[in-house]
């Protein structure tokens, strides 16, 4: 079992920034593949990026490439989308997901076994 607690979400301007992070705790962090998805109000769940489990290879939808980055940090147990040049589409509630080891297509939520609660980005114009 892996528990995931994001945070760092807010309120900020168009063209600004945020950082959110993602706590985890249980089994053994490191090995776990991580993903940010996020949920506008009614859209569906979207991909925005991954990381896997050793940090090298990253994963990002296109509309993010460039703007979003992703890192993970083994030793704190901890992972963080760094996002900038922020822009209204992308206000939603953003979650860290935790997917088992040897995980292919990280870009689908279904291959997640855990989620975080969210954290409400909202981006104003």
């Known amino acids: 079992q892996v528990q995931l607690v994001e945070s760092g979400g807010g309120l900020v301007q168009a063209g600004g920034s945020l950082r959110l992070s993602c706590a985890a705790s249980g089994r053994t962090f490191s090995v776990y593949a991580m993903g940010w998805f996020r949920q506008a109000p009614g859209k569906e769940r979207e991909f925005v990026a991954a990381i896997s489990w050793g940090g090298p290879t990253t994963y990002y939808r296109d509309s993010v490439r460039g703007r979003f980055t992703i890192s993970r940090d083994n030793a704190k147990a901890m992972v963080y989308l760094q996002m900038n040049s922020l822009k209204p589409e992308d206000t939603a509630v953003y979650y860290c997901?935790?997917?088992?080891?040897?995980?292919?297509?990280?870009?689908?939520?279904?291959?997640?076994?855990?989620w975080g609660q969210g954290t409400q980005v909202t981006v104003s114009s």
């Open positions: 997901a935790a997917a088992p080891p040897g995980t292919a297509m990280l870009t689908l939520g279904v291959k997640y076994a855990y």
